[in-house]
């Protein structure tokens, strides 16, 4: 141990141990931090209802990409589907990053496939305006275009 004078008294004081207090309280500090976002990350990961997209159009859906892409069918029956156009499997987590009336953006993961992240704005309750991106099968990908209700499943 290494000793030193103490400026106001005249006993010896221990450096060493000195610092191994401190570090013991910001230990302390750290587990209690990460305590408080363990316990507030459930409550946060919760999703909102997504009623915007409960409000659209039941049936087929065309979506059209603005870059000249073949149109895809998208058979519509909770509006959910079309949060992962690129990503059909089931089984993806997903968070909803925001949920307002008239739009909805939502990230999501595919364990061993990708993810995404999907911005949806409706016009009306049979057209909506689509954006995605992410990773496919490790290769990058970037959707927009707009989707129209056109019939039945």
């Excluded at 305006?129 to 989707?147: H, K, N, V, Y």
Aim: glycine content about 10%; proline content about 5%; hydrophobic content about 35%.
């Amino acid at each position: 141990m290494i000793l030193q004078k103490p400026v106001r008294t005249g006993e010896p004081y221990r450096v060493q141990e000195c610092a191994m207090v401190q570090a013991r309280k910001v230990r302390k500090e750290l587990a209690a931090a990460a305590i408080l976002c363990a316990a507030a990350f459930p409550v946060a990961a919760q999703a909102p209802g997504l009623a915007m997209l409960d409000a659209l159009a039941k049936g087929s859906w065309e979506f059209r990409l603005r870059h000249g892409e073949a149109p895809a069918a998208v058979c519509v029956r909770s509006g959910r589907e079309l949060i992962q156009i690129r990503h059909r499997q089931p089984g993806c987590s997903q968070y909803v990053v925001d949920d307002q009336p008239n739009s909805v953006t939502v990230q999501y993961t595919c364990r061993g496939d990708g993810y995404g992240r999907t911005t949806i704005r409706r016009e009306d309750s049979r057209l909506v305006q689509i954006r995605s991106q992410g990773m496919q099968g490790g290769m990058p990908f970037t959707l927009e275009g707009e989707a129209r209700q056109t019939g039945s499943c």
